[in-house]
């Protein structure tokens, strides 16, 4: 490793540090935990998931989806990037955009069925586009969500924090009502949701596996599960859980310096 490569890898460390510290801070005031079974007799709901790549709506939240799913809620999954960037190692294939939109379909219908729309970024650069963040504010001013999941503020991966971000922007300041429920893929996140979803486990896991392309490189459907029964452990549900950082809507400005 020449020095400059490990000068660079040092610096990421110290800018995730330094972005934890900043994280703990703010979130303080919103840290009380909490189980939200889901199941429970509520009006039905709009939902939204916002997903930077064919997968990480089933990785990250695939459990609350079909829980949402069996409850009668309207679920609508936005995809932001095309999923594109090949492998690392492997060639880049024209058709893998296609490949992995059937592939979300599948992992959809496995989880009870949503509606959906790609935006067709190109994956792999964190992008923060305008035509995203008008795209999202579409969306949201349709679909006026109860909820809307997205990868959490500190989660590792450029397209991740670029659709954070895209959603900050699409919110412009508060929706009243809204939930934003951030889901973990890269970074583990300091919960204060835990979600049972032992009865929805197989689902999740077949969801995943849809991914076919992606499960070639890596093993995420075993990597979630262990994670699952690991959240379900600490947050105290004793059986498999998703777990997520939830604050109004209104509250994300006070992230903005993160
Ligand atoms: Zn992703």
Redesign the pocket.
């Known amino acids: 490793m020449t020095p400059w490569s490990r000068f660079r890898k040092s610096a990421r460390v110290l800018r995730e540090q330094l972005g934890w510290r900043r994280f703990l801070k703010l979130a303080d005031p919103f840290l009380a935990r909490s189980i939200d079974p889901i199941d429970q007799q509520r009006r039905p709901e709009s939902i939204l998931v916002i997903a930077?790549?064919p997968?990480?709506e089933a990785i990250g939240c695939g459990g609350v989806i079909a829980l949402h799913r069996k409850r009668g809620d309207a679920v609508h999954v936005l995809y932001t990037t095309d999923g594109g960037r090949p492998a690392r190692g492997a060639a880049t294939d024209s058709n893998q955009p296609a490949t992995r939109r059937t592939e979300a379909l599948r992992g959809l219908d496995i989880l009870g069925g949503a509606t959906q729309e790609f935006l067709d970024l190109k994956d792999g650069q964190g992008d923060i586009s305008d035509t995203g963040v008008k795209a999202i504010a579409k969306s949201i001013e349709a679909k006026k969500p109860d909820r809307i999941y997205v990868p959490w503020m500190l989660d590792n991966?450029r397209?991740?924090k670029a659709s954070f971000e895209m959603l900050r922007k699409a919110l412009a300041g508060s929706i009243p009502g809204t939930a934003i429920w951030q889901y973990e893929?890269w970074t583990p996140l300091v919960p204060n949701r835990y979600v049972p979803i032992a009865s929805v486990l197989d689902l999740k896991e077949r969801a995943i596996r849809a991914h076919e392309t992606q499960m070639k490189s890596h093993d995420y459907a075993s990597a979630s599960l262990g994670l699952a029964h690991y959240r379900g452990l600490q947050g105290g549900v004793d059986a498999a859980a998703e777990a997520f950082f939830a604050i109004p809507a209104e509250k994300l400005e006070l992230f903005t310096e993160l």
């Open positions: 930077p790549h997968d990480d991966h397209d991740h893929v």
